[in-house]
């Protein structure tokens, strides 16, 4: 069954109880940065489109063309798309700016030390304000919250995640996964992509757009 954004408005409004609907208009963080991730190859593609999740790759045939050129690897992300999995309906982001270094000696495979990715800042605080923005849905949280694994996260929650140190969020990873029992989230919009206004290429990166 297809999750419409009434149905998922209103799941969320379910879920969050009158504290953290509180907690959303008191606490607003401040110069916090989410950290998602594309392939080099498409550093401009986002910065044209934004960063989207593969919902709106799969709605949208202009992104699927330009990220996924390939038919096999249409195919491919097609066969794995599901319209009532929330992993699927925005970009996924970490919490902690990813260590590169230390995820390489606990799997040398692992996609995001392959060098053909690189790390993407999100501005969380301008996102926030964005009438776009719909909220960041958390998975794998049970380090953060031992009684659900995977809920929609406050401002106050993405903050406490985000202050949680590296070594903390990445004890429990899951060898050979991508990010298994370690907390990370799934960005929500209206349209299922982050604006490039909100993004940068992170700073380590010797690129040029």
Known sequence: MRISRKNLLRVIKEVMTTDD????????????KLFGFVKKDHIKDIMYHGLPGIEAIIQNDYLMQDF???????????????????????????????DLEAISLINPD???VSGKYVIVEIDYDELNDS??????YGLDLLLYDPKEKERMLTP???????????????????????????????ILTDSGV????????????????
């Open 194 to 209: 982050v604006d490039s206004s909100f993004l940068k290429i992170h700073k380590n990166l010797d690129y040029e757009l």
């Open 21 to 32: 609907a509180l907690s959303d208009i008191q606490f607003q963080p401040k110069d916090l």
């Open 131 to 136: 009438q776009d923005y719909d909220g960041v």
């Open 68 to 98: 996924y050129p390939v038919i096999d690897d249409q195919e491919e992300i097609k066969d794995i798309y599901s319209d009532s999995n929330m992993k699927m309906k925005g970009p996924m982001v970490f919490f902690q700016l990813p």
């Open 110 to 112: 692992h996609p995001l």
């Open 156 to 186: 106050g929650d993405v903050n406490d995640l985000s202050i949680m140190d590296y070594e903390t969020a990445w004890k429990h990873y899951v060898p050979d996964s991508f990010a298994k029992n370690v907390p990370h989230g799934i």
